[in-house]
Structures are given as structure tokens and as C-alpha cells.
């Protein structure tokens, strides 16, 4: 069974702070992504990556950068943290269309 | 622009009855669908896909249905059951990418 891990489920930061969320994926999947999800918006995708090293801008990049050193784990920075990136993180994993989630890190930027 | 709608926010269902749940598109190089089930504090989990080349695709309780010139799809679910409640997305990918957009979601309630 596909088994993607975040390192948090809930962290709070303040504003102007550097955030590490952290994915782990055990299958192998070539392909990561990392969305955010907030209240009547749904899922907005904002990195994902086909490959190590190798990275593209989602729909709502600003204010992030990712990570991807090795397949398993795909790494979302918040490089200089703000209120308006309070939100529900989701990363995901795929070999093909179908993607695997983990459970999410609620993030609070007081 | 949202390229996948679902103009539903929620959807109140008694257990036993169909439920259905809706969502339209526009962008015509869509040829893979999906829905997906969010229970509160955990990730969306996968549910059932179709292709663009079938008009639907059934899984037990489950069956997706696409009407490509409409550029609607729907999810039945019958009968509904209590553990069905949930929010439900609809998402969709291009050709030769492995990239999905996400609807807003529907909040399925399904009460006894």
C-alpha cells in the first residue's frame, strides 16, 4: 500500500520565519506535488516534480520554493512565512494520473 | 480561471438514496477524470477515474459518468451510506501529464 508521510499534521510559526514542510513517499513514484487546500478554493497546486532535482510552478508558487535531492522525499519552503499562507498543506505522489496523498500539515502563520 | 467547477458546496442525501454529485469543465484537452473523498483531518483518497474515451466507468456503489460535449461529469453513489459523508473533488488532467486540477468540492452529508 502507497504510503506518503508529512512530517507534521499541525505547526505554527510566525510571520517572517522560515518553514521546512517535509514528504516522504515509500512507492517509488516519480512524480511529487505539493497543494494547499483552503475553504471553498479546493486543492491549488503550487510545486510539483518529475524527477530528482527537477522541479515545476504550480498554479500559486509565490512565496514558496520546493525541494527535491532524492525521488522519496519532495521538501515545501516558505521562505519568509506570512498570515496569508495559514492553510491545509497536502503533498501527493504518482506514477501516473492517480495520485496518493498523505494526511495533511495544518500550518498557522501567527 | 476554473478550468474544473463544482457549483454545489454541499449536498444533504437520506442513507438508502442515490447521491449526485456534479462537476463541468472547459478545458477541452482534458482526457482523464477523477473524484476523489476528503474525510476531515486525513488526505483525499482516490475513489474512481474514467477516460475520455468511455462515457462510464462503475465500482461497486460507485459510477462516474462523462458526457464529453456537455463537458459535465457526475458521480452516483447508491445506495448512500452514512461512511459516505465527505467532501468529494472532481479533478482532471491533460494529455500526456500527470498534473491534475481540482474542483472546489462538494460536501456530501448522507443522514440516516
Known amino acids: 500500500d502507497v504510503k506518503v508521510t508529512q512530517s507534521s499534521r499541525y505547526l505554527v510559526k510566525r510571520t517572517g520565519e522560515k518553514v521546512f514542510l517535509e514528504c516522504v513517499q515509500d512507492m517509488d513514484h516519480e512524480n511529487m506535488f505539493w497543494y494547499r487546500q483552503d475553504p471553498g478554493l479546493g486543492l491549488r497546486l503550487i510545486y510539483f516534480s518529475y524527477d530528482v532535482k527537477m522541479k515545476e510552478k504550480g498554479d500559486i508558487p509565490e512565496g514558496y520554493s520546493v525541494s527535491r535531492e532524492k525521488k522519496e522525499r519532495f521538501s515545501l519552503i516558505l521562505e519568509s512565512a506570512s498570515t496569508n499562507q495559514t492553510s491545509m498543506y497536502l503533498c501527493?505522489?504518482?506514477?501516473?494520473?492517480?495520485?496518493?496523498f498523505g494526511d495533511g500539515t495544518r500550518l498557522s502563520i501567527l | 480561471d476554473q478550468q474544473v467547477k463544482q457549483n454545489s458546496p454541499s449536498l444533504s442525501v437520506q442513507e438508502g438514496r442515490i447521491s449526485i454529485l456534479n462537476c463541468d469543465y472547459t478545458n477541452s484537452m482534458f482526457d482523464y477524470f477523477l473524484w476523489y473523498k476528503k474525510y476531515p483531518a486525513e488526505g483525499p483518497t482516490f475513489l474512481i477515474s474514467?477516460?475520455?474515451?468511455?462515457d462510464k466507468n462503475e465500482d461497486g456503489r460507485f459510477t462516474v459518468f462523462l458526457n464529453k460535449s456537455a463537458k459535465h461529469l457526475s458521480l452516483h453513489i447508491v445506495p448512500s451510506q452514512p461512511g459516505d459523508s465527505a467532501v468529494y473533488f472532481c479533478a482532471a488532467s491533460e494529455v500526456d501529464t500527470d498534473k491534475l486540477i481540482f474542483g472546489t468540492g462538494t460536501r456530501l452529508q448522507v443522514f440516516p
Open positions: 501527493a505522489s504518482s506514477h501516473y494520473q492517480s495520485q496518493h
Open positions: 474514467i477516460s475520455s474515451i468511455k
